[in-house]
Protein backbone atom coordinates (compact mmCIF):
# COMPACT_ATOMS: atom_id res chain seq x y z
CA UNK A 1 0.00 0.00 0.00
CA UNK A 2 1.42 3.37 -1.00
CA UNK A 3 0.33 6.73 0.89
CA UNK A 4 -0.10 9.87 -1.19
CA UNK A 5 -0.24 12.84 1.12
CA UNK A 6 -1.28 16.44 -0.41
CA UNK A 7 -0.11 19.08 1.50
CA UNK A 8 -2.53 22.32 2.07
CA UNK A 9 -4.19 24.51 4.31
CA UNK A 10 -7.73 23.98 5.27
CA UNK A 11 -10.33 26.52 4.95
CA UNK A 12 -11.84 28.36 1.93
CA UNK A 13 -9.19 31.35 2.12
CA UNK A 14 -6.64 28.86 0.54
CA UNK A 15 -8.57 27.28 -1.56
CA UNK A 16 -7.22 27.42 -5.60
CA UNK A 17 -4.08 29.16 -4.42
CA UNK A 18 -0.74 28.18 -4.44
CA UNK A 19 -1.02 27.22 -1.07
CA UNK A 20 -3.05 24.06 -1.73
CA UNK A 21 -1.47 22.55 -4.80
CA UNK A 22 -1.26 19.40 -2.75
CA UNK A 23 -5.08 18.96 -2.05
CA UNK A 24 -5.43 20.05 -6.07
CA UNK A 25 -3.54 17.15 -6.88
CA UNK A 26 -4.91 14.87 -4.59
CA UNK A 27 -8.77 16.09 -6.00
CA UNK A 28 -7.30 15.39 -9.62
CA UNK A 29 -6.46 11.92 -8.53
CA UNK A 30 -9.05 11.14 -6.49
CA UNK A 31 -11.65 12.28 -9.49
CA UNK A 32 -9.35 10.62 -12.42
CA UNK A 33 -9.55 6.77 -10.38
CA UNK A 34 -12.72 7.63 -8.37
CA UNK A 35 -11.70 7.50 -5.33
CA UNK A 36 -13.69 9.21 -2.59
CA UNK A 37 -11.41 11.11 0.00
CA UNK A 38 -14.63 11.31 2.73
CA UNK A 39 -13.15 9.29 5.38
CA UNK A 40 -11.68 11.12 8.82
CA UNK A 41 -8.84 9.76 10.81
CA UNK A 42 -4.84 10.67 10.84
CA UNK A 43 -5.74 14.12 11.90
CA UNK A 44 -6.92 14.72 7.66
CA UNK A 45 -9.54 13.26 5.84
CA UNK A 46 -8.48 10.77 3.21
CA UNK A 47 -9.85 8.11 1.45
CA UNK A 48 -8.45 4.10 0.11
CA UNK A 49 -8.61 2.83 -3.27
CA UNK A 50 -6.58 1.53 -6.20
CA UNK A 51 -4.01 3.10 -8.80
CA UNK A 52 -2.77 1.39 -11.71
CA UNK A 53 -2.94 -1.91 -9.96
CA UNK A 54 -1.45 -0.11 -6.59
CA UNK A 55 -3.55 -0.30 -3.64
CA UNK A 56 -3.35 3.67 -2.63
CA UNK A 57 -4.64 5.84 0.47
CA UNK A 58 -5.08 9.66 -0.47
CA UNK A 59 -4.29 12.02 2.57
CA UNK A 60 -5.74 15.54 3.32
CA UNK A 61 -3.87 16.60 6.41
CA UNK A 62 -6.51 19.10 8.30
CA UNK A 63 -3.80 21.23 10.16
CA UNK A 64 -1.98 24.35 8.68
CA UNK A 65 1.42 23.30 7.13
CA UNK A 66 3.23 26.17 9.17
CA UNK A 67 1.97 25.24 12.31
Known amino acids: MVL ?6 PGKE ?3 TRHNVGFMALDFLSETYNIDINR ?10 VIEN ?3 ILLKPETYMNL
Do not use: D, P, R
Not at 4 to 9: A, E, P, Q, W, Y
Not at 40 to 49: D, S
Open 14 to 16: YSN
Open 40 to 49: AKFKGVYGEG
Open 4 to 9: IVGLGN
Open 54 to 56: QKV
